[in-house]
C-alpha cells in the first residue's frame, strides 16, 4: 500500500510538470533577443535593458517593472483596456505627464542647425564621430529626464537606420521605469517627392503613391484601403506605430494652402476615403493579428483636422497667426463633421475608429454655442468636450497640433507659438485648459514641466482625487494605443527585414498603377492624345524666381527642365528648336501667390493682408468682404482684415509666360501642357492656346509620359471644381463645397468635380454616378 501511495505521489508531480512545462524558446540576434511562446505572443527584448523573463503557467512574459511577479500590463493575454488601466493605476504623475507629450520633429542623424538640430556628446553630428542611428543628446534627454514615449520622426537615410535608430530607443525606454515603449510617428511619407507636413523630408526609401489629393482623384476608396495596407507594413517596417494622418478637412475654399493633402471638397467622397484611409492602415490580418483587428502589422491613424480646417477667411492658413480664423459664412460648419463621425469613426473593419484626433489650429469663429469662446480649437470645450466628446462619443486619443501652446512672436512665422485666442494665458495655463477642454496631449511639446504645472492647478481647483483621475483617463487612451499595436510585446526590427520590405517591388508596383490612375485629363482637342512614340518634342525650360519655402527658408532661383529629360528622351526626341518639334511638352504647376499676407506692406504701415490668387497673371481684388469677419491679434492694432483693393502677383507667373511663348513658337502645331496642381487654377489665362491638358497631384515623370504615349489611359476625376475666374473665387463661401461658377473650355466642357476625360471622352461611369450628385450637408 505504502509502494501505491509514492507511485502516485510521483504521478501527480510528473502530471503537474507536464501542465507548467515551458512552453517557449529563444534566440538571440546580437543584444535583441526574440523569446517565442508555442501558442502565443512572440516576444523581444533588449539584453541591455535589465528586462528579465518570467515564466507563469509554462509560458513566458517580459517583467517591464522588474518586480518579479507578472503584473496585469505585462500578461499579453489581457486585453489592451485591462493592460491600460493597470499601468496607468501604477504611473507616477510624473510618468503620465511623459507620455502626454508629442516630441518636436526628429530627423535621424539630428540637423546640424535650423529648426531640427541636435547633437551628439555635445557635438553636432559630422564632428562627432557618432553613427547615425545613435540617439541625439536630446532624445536621450526627453526620453529619460521628461518620461516622452511619443516621438515625430521625419527624415531618416535609410530604412536600415531607421530600423537600428528605433532598436536603440527601444532598449532605452524598456529598461527606463515601467518598460513603455516609445511610440513613433510619421507625416505622410509616401509621396514622390520628400513630402512631409512641414516639408522636412521623407527620407530613405519607401514605395512612391500620388498625393492625397492625386488618390481621391481615382474615386476609388478600395485603392485607398489597399494602400493604407502597403503604408501600414512599410511604416511598421521602419518602427513607426502611428501615422499623422490622414488629412480629412474638407478643402472648402480653393485657396487654402494646405488642399492638396486632403481628400478634395466633397463631404461624401471625403468621409468615404477617409473610413478606407485608416481601415488599411489599422487593421491586421492573419497571424499578425492580436485581438479586434488590431495587431503587428497596425497602424495608428490620428485623423485631422477636427472640426475641420478648410474654411480659413480668404483661404489663409492657420500655421500663422493671419490665418487663425476659419469663417462660416454658408452657416455650413456642422457639414466639416462629416468624414470624422461618418467616415473616420464608423470603419468598415474591426478597429471600428480612428485611434487618435488631432484638432486644427484655427478659430472656428462664432461656432460655439455653449461658451460662446473664440479660441482655437484645442482649447475649446463645446468643440472637443461636448461635440467630439459628448456628442458623438470618440473616447479616443486628442493631440493638439504642433506648438498651440507656445508664445506668438510674429503673425507671419511659421515656427512660432499657435495659442490662437489664448495669448494672454501662461504655457502652464494653456496646457491646463486644453487637457480640461478634453485633450490627452500636446504636439511639439518636449518638456514635461507644464504639464506637471496643469496638474497641479487642476489640484487646487478640483482637488487630488479629480486630477489623478483626469490624469489617468488620458493615460489609458494613449496606452492603449501602444498595447494595441504590440509594442509592449516585441517593438524591435530587424534591420535586413526592414531593408527587405520597405519600398519592395510589389509595393513601388501598386503605387506607380495608382500614379496612372490619379492623371486627370481635361481637355484633348481632336483627339490629339496620345501622342506616338519617337515623334520630337520640344519642352521648355521653367524658371523658379527666389522666394522662402513652407518654413520661411529662402530658396534660389533656377533655370532648369521641370522634368527628368533622361526619362522624356525614352519616349520621345527631343529638341531645344520649336521649328522642329512635332509637338510641344509644357509642364507647370498651379498659381503660387503666397498665403495671403504681404510682411513688406506691413512693415511700410500697412495690415499686410492681400488676396490669395489662383491665377498667374497679378490680380487685384474688388468687391470682396469689407469687413472681415475675423480679426484681432496681440500683435495687430486692427480688427479688419480686409483686402479690398488689394494686389498680388504669383511667384511662377513665368509658367503662364512659358504657356504663351511655347505656342506662339509652335505656329499651330500642338501643345499640350501637363500641371501639377497643388490648388484649382484660373486655367482661362492659357486653356485656349493649348490642345490638351493634364492635371495630376504628384506623380513620377514616367507615369506623364505612360499616358501621354497611350501605354495608360486617362481615367481619373477632377477632386475639386475650377474656377471661372477670380470673382467666382472671392464670392464663393469658405466654408460651402462645390459652389462655384465653373470654367467652361474651348470644346465647352465645364471643369466640375467630377469631370474627366478618357480617349473616348467625358468619363460617365459608376463612380461619377454615385459622387457627382449634390454635396451632403450636415445642418
Known sequence: MKKTLILLALSGLLTTTQVHAQKWSETKTGTIATVTNKGGQTLGYSTTSGVKLLTVDGFAFKDLNKNGKLDKYEDWRLSADVRAKDLASRMSVEQIAGLMLYSRHQPIPAAAGGPFAGTYGGK??????????????????????????????????????????????????????????????????????????????????????????????TFNPELVRQFGQIAATEYRALGIATALSPQVDLATDPRWNRASGTFGEDPLLATDMARAYIDGFQTSTGAKEIRSGWGF??????????????????????????????????????????????????????????????????????????????????????????????????????????????????????????????????????????????????????????????YQMGVKEHGEAKMRARFEQSAVRLLKNIFRVGLFENPYLNPEETKATVGKAEYMQAGYQAQLKSVVMLKNKANVLPLAKNKTVYVPKRFTPAGRNFLGMATPEKLDYPVNMEIVKKYFKVTDNPDEADYALVFIESPNSGGGYNSEEAKAGGTGYVPISLQYGDYTAEGTRDPSIGGGDPLETFTNRTYRGKSTKTINSSDLTMVTETAAKMKGKPVIVSMNMSNPAVVGEFEKQTNALMVNFGVQDQALMDILTGASEPSALLPMQMPADMKTVEEQFEDVPRDMKLYVDSEGNAYDFGFGLNWKGIIKDTRTSKYKKAALTLK
Open 124 to 217: 553636432v553630428f559630422a564632428q562627432s564621430g557618432a553613427q547615425p542611428f545613435d540617439l541625439s543628446d536630446q532624445q536621450k534627454e526627453f526620453l529619460t529626464k521628461d518620461n516622452l514615449r511619443h516621438i515625430l520622426v521625419t527624415s531618416v537615410q535609410s530604412p536600415e537606420i531607421a530600423a537600428q535608430w528605433n532598436n536603440n530607443v527601444q532598449a532605452l525606454v524598456e529598461g527606463t521605469g515601467l518598460g513603455i515603449p516609445a511610440n513613433t510617428s510619421s507625416d505622410p511619407r509616401h509621396g514622390t517627392r520628400a513630402d512631409a507636413e512641414y516639408n522636412a523630408g521623407a527620407g530613405g526609401t519607401i514605395s512612391m503613391w500620388p498625393g492625397s489629393l492625386g488618390l481621391t482623384a
Open 297 to 454: 502589422n497596425s497602424v495608428n491613424a490620428m485623423v485631422k483636422h477636427w472640426p475641420g480646417g478648410g474654411s480659413g477667411e480668404g483661404g489663409r492658413d492657420a500655421h500663422y497667426g493671419y490665418g487663425k480664423y476659419a469663417v462660416y459664412p454658408g452657416k455650413n460648419f456642422k457639414s466639416h463633421f462629416l468624414p470624422f463621425i461618418n467616415g473616420a469613426f464608423k470603419l468598415n473593419g474591426k478597429t471600428s475608429m480612428a485611434s487618435a484626433v488631432m484638432p486644427y489650429y484655427t478659430i472656428s469663429h462664432g461656432q460655439d454655442e455653449k461658451y460662446g469662446e473664440n479660441v482655437g480649437n484645442s482649447y475649446n470645450k463645446y468643440i472637443i468636450g461636448d461635440l467630439l466628446r459628448g456628442k458623438y462619443g470618440y473616447d479616443g486619443v486628442v493631440c493638439t497640433d504642433w506648438l498651440v501652446t507656445g508664445d506668438e512672436t510674429a503673425v507671419d512665422v511659421f515656427l512660432t507659438g499657435k495659442s490662437w485666442g489664448v495669448e494672454k494665458l501662461s504655457v502652464g495655463e494653456r496646457h491646463y485648459k486644453a487637457l480640461m477642454a478634453g485633450v490627452d496631449q500636446y504636439g511639439g511639446n518636449n518638456e514635461m514641466g507644464p504639464v506637471i504645472e496643469a
